[in-house]
């Protein structure tokens, strides 16, 4: 498997501008996350999907954020319009979870993460 | 609120020159306790899952024991290529299903 795939890897753009994330996660997961990672902040949930329905967006910092995940192979994070406080890397990860015995498979498989930079 | 304190925020070492670092944790009923691994550049790498008091895991010269207020990572004669930030994440029952809580990390840096 290749793992959580996410592009572009780099982002630059000028503030105002739409920026769109784009993840893939690992084939047979069903819960997928975006993060935020900060020097100030660390890591920050934004988002996050269970069978590709958002259970807890309280994460996401403003309207000019969303999230979609249209099927299980694939979800987008859109920022619009983008501002410089944005800048940060923005990490995807995917997870399977079971209930019966499943300790082992708790834990999230993160992608490569996307620098973006907004001037 | 479930918070996760690391410490220290970085540390150097030289090789060979074992060492702790420490996850303090506060949570409504802990669920699991991760620790990842990140390189520069790269995702978080899975490195262990802790469940409850008492419980120890070990992967080569990382060991991560826990107890029911902070768990630590051992890392016993390390070498050059254990430079990295060691993260560590706690998820509890108060929290939706499969949030992590994240630190802010410890930065090791090993000499050779």
């Known amino acids: 498997d290749a793992g959580v795939i996410q592009s572009p890897r780099h982002e630059v753009t000028e503030m105002g501008q739409e920026v769109t994330l784009r993840c893939k996660p690992i084939s047979g997961h069903n819960s997928l996350f975006w993060y935020r990672q900060t020097m100030m902040r660390g890591l920050e949930l934004l988002i996050y999907f269970n069978n590709n329905v958002p259970i807890d967006d309280s994460g996401m910092p403003e309207d000019r954020f969303s999230a979609k995940m249209p099927n299980a192979s694939f979800s987008t994070l859109k920022i619009q319009p983008s501002e410089p406080r944005d800048s940060a890397v923005y990490f995807c990860a995917s997870h399977i979870y079971t209930l019966s015995g499943g300790s082992s498979y708790n834990e999230q498989f993160f992608g490569p993460g996307t620098r973006l930079t907004v001037l | 609120e479930d918070q996760v304190t690391q410490s220290p925020e970085a540390l150097r070492l030289q090789e060979g020159e074992s060492s702790s670092l420490n996850c303090s944790y506060t949570?409504?009923?802990?669920?699991?306790l991760f620790w990842y691994r990140q390189d520069p550049g790269k995702g978080p790498e899975f490195l262990f899952t802790l469940y409850s008091a008492g419980e120890e895991k070990e992967k080569e010269r990382l060991k991560a024991t826990l107890t029911k207020k902070e768990s630590f990572l051992h890392i016993t004669a390390p070498k050059p290529e254990d430079s990295a930030t060691y993260l560590c994440a706690v998820r509890g029952y108060g929290g939706s299903q499969g949030n992590l809580i994240f630190g802010k990390g410890t930065k090791l840096s090993v000499k050779p």
């Open positions: 949570v409504s009923g802990l669920r699991g």
